[in-house]
C-alpha cells in the first residue's frame, strides 16, 4: 500500500528528523580547546617567529575560532531537539 495512501508517516519529513547535537558539540569543543592548547604549546615550546610561528599562530587561532562557531552550532541543536521533545510530551498530556 502506498505510505500517502495509508496514512504512514513521511520518513523524509523534516519534522521527524533529530539532530544530533552531541557530535557538534564534542567536535566544537574539541577543536576550540585543540587550538587554545596548541597556541599554548607552540608558544612555549617555540616561539612564533618568522613566517613559520605567523602560520602556526593563523592555524591555531582559525581552529579556535571554527570550534566555537561549531559549538555554538551544537547547543543550538540541542536546545532544539529539548524543545521538540518538551512539545510532544505536552502535546500528549494534553491528548
Known amino acids: 500500500m502506498n505510505d500517502q495512501i495509508s496514512g504512514a508517516p513521511n520518513r523524509a519529513s523534516t519534522a521527524n ?3 544530533n547535537s552531541a557530535v557538534s558539540l564534542a567536535l566544537g569543543l574539541g577543536l576550540a580547546l585543540g587550538g587554545w592548547l596548541f597556541l599554548r604549546l607552540s ?3 617555540f616561539p612564533p617567529t618568522g613566517p613559520a610561528g605567523t602560520l602556526l599562530l593563523f592555524v591555531a587561532g582559525a581552529a579556535i575560532l571554527v570550534g566555537l562557531i561549531q559549538a555554538v552550532v551544537g547547543v543550538y541543536q540541542l536546545a532544539h531537539n529539548v524543545d ?5 510530551v505536552l502535546k500528549k498530556q494534553h491528548d
Do not use: C, F, T
Open 84 to 88: 521538540r521533545m518538551a512539545k510532544a
Open 17 to 19: 528528523e533529530v539532530h
Open 43 to 45: 608558544g612555549w615550546l
